[in-house]
C-alpha cells in the first residue's frame, strides 16, 4: 500500500464564503447534505482559520484508491507539534484532506490546551444531581460526594428548556487524568471532586467541530445518536444475546454505496455486513461489520448516523475503510522499539507536566491486550468490547437502505432542529456550549445530551453501567436481567 509522504499545506488567506450548497461545485464531500460549504471553500476557510493560529499543516494520503483516509498534523511555526493536533478524513481525496484538517483542529481546541479559554465554574454535587443529569448513571458516583465542587460550562438549550451545566469530566478525558499538573489545575478553579468513580463515563462524545456552528451542532447530534445506538445494540444483542437488528441487503444500495462495500470487501478481504441498528431517537445508525477479518490488523467495525439513510450508510463505509488504513499505520508504529501512536498524537509540547499527554489520556481508557486482561473474567462484557457476535450474523433478517427522514435538499440548521426534535421527544435534553469560534467562522462545539447511554466505553475496557434508558430497552427486548445492571 504506497503512502505518501508528508506534504505541507499552503498557507493562504481564506476567500469570501460562496453561496449554494455544499455539493455545488468540485468534488462531492462525504455526506455533502449535511455541510454548508463547497469542498473547495471548507478547505480555505480551514486552512485560514488554521493560520490565523499561528499554526501549519501537512497531510498525507494513506491509499492512492479511493475512497481512501487522510492523516493531518499541526504544527506551531517553530515546527513544534500542536498537543493533540492530530487528525484524519475519510472519503474522496479533497473531502478526506479537508475533514483531516478540520479533525485535527477540533482534537487540538478540544485538548487541554481549551481550558485555559473556557469560563468554568464549580459547581456543587448536589445541584448537578438536582438537574437533568439526575437520572443519568455518569454522575452517579457522585453520590458518595455530595460536597465536593466540580468544574462545569453552562450549556444553552436547543430544545427549549432552561439552560444546564455539565461537567467538564463528561466531555474531556484529559481531565481527570491523575497526574501532578491536572491535579494542580483542578486545584486552582476549585474543584475537590474525586473522579476515579467517573472515568468510565468520560467521553468526548458530542465535540465537534464545522464550517458554521449548526454544522458543527448538526454533526454533535449524529455523533450522539449513534454511540447511543451502539450502546443499546452491545446492552441487548450481544450482552444480553437478545434479537439481532437487521442486515441491509445489498441489493437495496444504489450503485455509489454498492462500490463502497466493495471498496470496503476489497480492503480487508472479507464479507462486510451493514446493520441497522436506527433506535426510537428516529435517527438512522449503521454499522459496518466484518465477521472475518482476514489479516490481524482488520478492524471489526465502524459506524455512521444521519437522517439521511444513506448518507448513514455511506458514513459507515468509508469510515470503515479509514479505521482498517489508519490502524495498518498504528501497527507499523507500535512494531517499531520506543515508538506508538501515542506519541505522534501527543507532540513535544504535551509532555511538560501541566497537561496530561496523549499517552497518559490513552493509559486511562485500556486497549486491545489490555481489555481483554481487563474483563477476562466477565465473558459477556469481553464479547461486548471485542465485538464477538459473527457467529450470530445469520440470525440477522434481510431489509432495506434505511430510509431519508428528511426531505433531500433540506437545510443544516432545519436538520439540525429535526434532529433536536427527534432527541426531546425520546425525553432528553439537549444543549450545548461553543468551545471556540475562530475569525473566518470554523466553530467547536460541545453538546451534551443526558440519558443518552455510554456502554460503548466497554469497548475501551470501561464498564459504563446502563441507565434508565439503557435499561427500559433491555425489558423491551424480553431478555434476562443480568449483572450489567
Known amino acids: 500500500m504506497p503512502r505518501s509522504d508528508w506534504i505541507a499545506a499552503p498557507v493562504r488567506p481564506a476567500a469570501r464564503r460562496a453561496d449554494g450548497p455544499a455539493g455545488a461545485s468540485g468534488p462531492p464531500w462525504s455526506g455533502a447534505g449535511e455541510r454548508e460549504l463547497p469542498v473547495a471553500e471548507a478547505e480555505r476557510l480551514v486552512l485560514g482559520d488554521i493560520a490565523g493560529l499561528g499554526w501549519r499543516a501537512r497531510h498525507r494520503v494513506l491509499d492512492p484508491a479511493q475512497p481512501t483516509a487522510v492523516q493531518c498534523e499541526l504544527r506551531y511555526a517553530d515546527g513544534?507539534?500542536?498537543?493533540?493536533?492530530?487528525?484524519?478524513?475519510?472519503?474522496?481525496?479533497?473531502?478526506?484532506r479537508t475533514g483531516a484538517r478540520f479533525e485535527a483542529l477540533e482534537?487540538?481546541?478540544?485538548?487541554?490546551?481549551?481550558?485555559?479559554?473556557?469560563?468554568?465554574?464549580?459547581?456543587?454535587?448536589?445541584?448537578?444531581?438536582?438537574?437533568?443529569?439526575?437520572a443519568d448513571r455518569a454522575l452517579?458516583?457522585?453520590?458518595?460526594?455530595?460536597?465536593?465542587?466540580?468544574?462545569?460550562?453552562?450549556?444553552?438549550?436547543?430544545d427549549g428548556g432552561a439552560p444546564f451545566a455539565a461537567p467538564l469530566c463528561l466531555w474531556a478525558p484529559w481531565y481527570p487524568v491523575p497526574t501532578g499538573g491536572m491535579a494542580r489545575r483542578r486545584a486552582a478553579l476549585g474543584d475537590t471532586a474525586e473522579y476515579r468513580p467517573l472515568v468510565a463515563y468520560t467521553v468526548n462524545t458530542g465535540c465537534a467541530i464545522g464550517?458554521?456552528?449548526?454544522?458543527a451542532l448538526l454533526h454533535a447530534l449524529n455523533e450522539w445518536a449513534e454511540r447511543d445506538a451502539f450502546s443499546l445494540f452491545l446492552l441487548c444483542s450481544v450482552y444480553d444475546r437478545g434479537p439481532m437488528p437487521g442486515r441491509i441487503d445489498p441489493?437495496?444500495?444504489?450503485?455509489?454505496?454498492?462500490?463502497?462495500?466493495?471498496?470496503?470487501?476489497?480492503?480487508?478481504?472479507?464479507?462486510?455486513?451493514?446493520?441497522?441498528?436506527?433506535?426510537?431517537l428516529g435517527v438512522p445508525v449503521v454499522m459496518a461489520y466484518a465477521p472475518e477479518p482476514a489479516g490481524a490488523s482488520a478492524r471489526y467495525y465502524a459506524m455512521g448516523a444521519s437522517l439521511s439513510g444513506r448518507i448513514a450508510c455511506e458514513r459507515a463505509l468509508t469510515e470503515f475503510v479509514q479505521g482498517e488504513l489508519l490502524a495498518r499505520v498504528v501497527d507499523e508504529h507500535t512494531a517499531r522499539e520506543?515508538?506508538?501512536?501515542?506519541?505522534?498524537?501527543?507532540?513535544d509540547g504535551a509532555g511538560d507536566g501541566e497537561y496530561p499527554t496523549f499517552d497518559e489520556v490513552v493509559a486511562e481508557h485500556d486497549t486491545a491486550a489490555a481489555v481483554s486482561r481487563r474483563l477476562s473474567g466477565h465473558p459477556r462484557l469481553l464479547a461486548c468490547a471485542q465485538l464477538d457476535f459473527a457467529e450470530r450474523i445469520t440470525e440477522c433478517p434481510p431489509v432495506a437502505?434505511?430510509?431519508?427522514?428528511?426531505?433531500?435538499?433540506?437545510?443544516?440548521?432545519?436538520?439540525?432542529?429535526?434532529?433536536?426534535?427527534r432527541m426531546a421527544a425520546a425525553g432528553h435534553r439537549v444543549g450545548y456550549h461553543v468551545l471556540r469560534r475562530l475569525e473566518l467562522g470554523t466553530t467547536l462545539v460541545q453538546v451534551q445530551c443526558p440519558g443518552l447511554e455510554r456502554f460503548h466505553q466497554v469497548t475501551n475496557g470501561h464498564v459504563a453501567l446502563p441507565g434508565a434508558r439503557g435499561r427500559a430497552h433491555r425489558r423491551r427486548a424480553r431478555t434476562p436481567r443480568s449483572a450489567a445492571d
Do not use: I
Request: glycine letters at 12%; proline letters at 10%.
Open 80 to 96: 513544534t507539534e500542536v498537543p493533540y493536533g492530530l487528525g484524519s478524513g475519510k472519503g474522496p481525496l479533497e473531502p478526506a
Open 401 to 421: 437502505t434505511p430510509e431519508e427522514t428528511v426531505p433531500a435538499g433540506t437545510g443544516v440548521a432545519a436538520q439540525r432542529a429535526e434532529a433536536v426534535a
Open 251 to 280: 441489493a437495496t444500495l444504489p450503485a455509489p454505496l454498492a462500490d463502497l462495500l466493495r471498496r470496503a470487501r476489497d480492503l480487508v478481504g472479507s464479507e462486510v455486513a451493514l446493520l441497522d441498528l436506527t433506535t426510537d
Open 140 to 158: 452517579g458516583g457522585l453520590a458518595e460526594q455530595p460536597e465536593a465542587r466540580l468544574a462545569c460550562l453552562d450549556y444553552e438549550p436547543l
Open 338 to 347: 520506543g515508538d506508538s501512536p501515542g506519541s505522534r498524537a501527543a507532540g
Open 211 to 215: 464550517a458554521t456552528r449548526d454544522e
Open 107 to 134: 482534537h487540538a481546541l478540544s485538548g487541554p490546551v481549551a481550558l485555559d479559554g473556557l469560563a468554568v465554574r464549580c459547581r456543587p454535587a448536589a445541584e448537578l444531581a438536582e438537574g437533568p443529569f439526575r
